[in-house]
């Protein structure tokens, strides 16, 4: 079995930080792993993504004058910088070289991957509750009504220690989905439904990415997208709930 990148290693790669032996070994390793050239790119565009957020709030005058000479604090464009740009394009040159611009051979995208990941993270951040909460399936479903231009049902027996928390308006590659949010164990998970892009036929797909599982499935017309870092097994109980529950 192939030993993969560690995660000291990943973060280096991500941050511009490894030094010019350890970016030559780390480039190595990626033209011919997948897996690592997946998670890497993906914690390189939660960095860009995170840092686009940062920027937009700026500090008050007064609190930019009390902090000192605000020319002092601007950050100099060192070799960091250009570290980022150069794994950056070693990454798409892997993909590239490989064919791999989908996490899996059972094709779940790169970005509905990391795109649902970051909504998944935001969800579980946010103080705010869900704009739905109720645990109740015969409120959550009718409240989309007329905000969503596709029906799904809402399971309603669950593996065991999952329940519904609620559920949020969501957009997933510009599509509008359904959000469900649930607590398994002391995980909690999103499930994201939404009208199925194209006529391919695939079957559920399971990947790892940036720390969190993502299961991939489809019924009636619906893709299912769900993740969290409950163990997979866990979530992959949860998916085929939702999933039965279409057919």
């Known amino acids: 079995m192939m030993e993969h990148l560690s995660d000291s290693a990943m973060n280096g790669l991500a941050d511009g930080e490894?030094?010019?032996?350890?970016?030559?070994?780390?480039?190595?390793?990626?033209?011919?792993?997948?897996?690592?050239?997946?998670?890497?790119?993906?914690?390189?565009?939660?960095k860009q993504t995170t840092a686009q957020a940062g920027r937009r709030y700026t500090l008050p005058d007064n609190l930019?004058?009390?902090?000192?000479?605000t020319r002092d604090a601007q950050p100099a464009v060192g070799r960091g910088v250009w570290r980022q740009w150069a794994v950056?394009?070693?990454?798409?040159?892997?993909?590239?070289?490989?064919?791999?611009?989908?996490?899996t051979p059972q094709k779940i995208e790169q970005g509905l991957a990391t795109e649902i990941t970051d909504q998944h993270?935001?969800?579980?951040?946010?103080?705010?509750?869900?704009?739905?909460?109720?645990?109740?399936r015969h409120t959550?479903?009718?409240?989309?009504?007329?905000?969503?231009?596709?029906?799904?049902?809402v399971p309603e027996g669950l593996p065991e220690g999952t329940t519904l928390e609620g559920a949020n308006l969501a957009y997933v590659g510009h599509r509008p989905a359904a959000q469900l949010i649930y607590s398994v164990g002391k995980h909690r998970?999103?499930?994201?439904?939404?009208?199925?892009?194209?006529s391919e036929a695939r079957d559920a797909a399971e990947v790892r990415a940036s720390g969190f599982h993502i299961v991939d499935s489809h019924a009636a017309g619906l893709e299912i997208v769900a993740v969290s870092d409950v163990e997979m097994a866990k979530l992959r109980e949860l998916v085929a709930a939702v999933d039965g529950v279409q057919r």
């Open 18 to 46: 490894l030094s010019p032996e350890k970016m030559a070994a780390a480039t190595a390793h990626l033209a011919s792993c997948s897996e690592c050239t997946t998670d890497a790119l993906a914690r390189m565009m939660l």
């Open 64 to 69: 930019r004058a009390r902090l000192g000479n």
């Open 88 to 103: 950056a394009a070693a990454l798409l040159v892997a993909f590239a070289g490989m064919g791999w611009w989908r996490l």
């Open 121 to 136: 993270v935001a969800a579980m951040a946010a103080s705010a509750a869900p704009e739905v909460l109720s645990s109740d």
């Open 140 to 153: 959550v479903k009718p409240w989309f009504q007329g905000k969503i231009p596709f029906s799904f049902n």
């Open 189 to 198: 998970a999103s499930v994201f439904l939404m009208e199925k892009a194209g």
